[in-house]
T-cell receptor
Framework: SQTIHQWPATLVQPVGSPLSLECTVE??????LYWYRQAAGRGLQLLFY??????ISSEVPQNLSASRPQDRQFILSSKKLLLSDSGFYLC??????????????FGQGTRLTVV | GNSVTQMEGPVTLSEEAFLTINCTYT??????LFWYVQYPGEGLQLLLK?????DKGSNKGFEATYRKETTSFHLEKGSVQVSDSAVYFC????????????FGKGTLLTVNP
């Protein structure tokens, strides 16, 4: 069966510090990978998605970047965190086929607080 | 573009009450529709889905029917429990270059004993 791991679960970082959140998927190959952010009291905002190694698409301009160094690894990074980067970050994957019927599977999330 | 609009909460019900959370969508082509649930401090879990018009998705007593004529996918449950307290998200996936999910803003449900 497929599983998705996301860590750390919680993180408190000072303004201006770097960030690295990691997500890995097991039990599947060539998945589509996604990073979402959920700000307090708001819905889900898609930040990045990837359909293959080294292929990253950004949905919104921001202080963050993403990388996919391996097929089942997706990393969210920042060189200098801002207060506005605080939120709940969710990694997700879906089967990498051209179908609208496939759902996405989510990790447990990382609660990031920038202080 | 694609969009999902769901009723804003919070919704507060007593145990065993009937639940409806409205969801309407705008999309090109023929999207698939999903309901996800998020329990406090956790990620999202798929609750149910429907992939074509008139399909009914169901799981754990929850149901939603894909209504193309009204572009709706309302979530219903006949008798809610305290354990159903969570945030519910309606979402769609439409054809395109990346097939990403588009989410509504979520509806917080609180069920009191």
């Amino acid at each position: 069966s497929q599983t998705i791991h996301q860590w750390p679960a919680t993180l408190v970082q000072p303004v201006g510090s770097p960030l690295s959140l990691e997500c890995t998927v097991e039990g599947t190959s060539n998945p589509n990978l996604y990073w979402y952010r959920q700000a307090a009291g708001r819905g889900l905002q898609l930040l990045f998605y990837s359909v293959g190694i080294g292929q990253i698409s950004s949905e919104v301009p921001q202080n963050l970047s993403a990388s996919r160094p391996q097929d089942r690894q997706f990393i969210l990074s920042s060189k200098k965190l801002l207060l506005s980067d605080s939120g709940f970050y969710l990694c997700a994957w879906s089967v990498g086929v051209s179908s609208t019927a496939t759902e996405a599977f989510f990790g447990q999330g990382t609660r990031l607080t920038v202080v | 573009g694609n969009s999902v609009t769901q009723m804003e909460g919070p919704v507060t019900l007593s145990e065993e009450a009937f639940l409806t959370i409205n969801c309407t969508y705008t999309a090109t082509g023929y999207p698939s529709l999903f309901w996800y649930v998020q329990y406090p401090g956790e990620g999202l879990q798929l609750l149910l889905k429907a992939t074509k018009a008139d399909d009914k998705g169901s799981n754990k007593g929850f149901e939603a029917t894909y209504r193309k004529e009204t572009t709706s996918f309302h979530l219903e449950k006949g008798s809610v429990q305290v354990s159903d307290s969570a945030v519910y998200f309606c979402a769609l996936r439409a054809g395109g270059s990346n097939y990403k999910l588009t989410f509504g803003k979520g509806t917080l449900l609180t069920v009191n004993p």
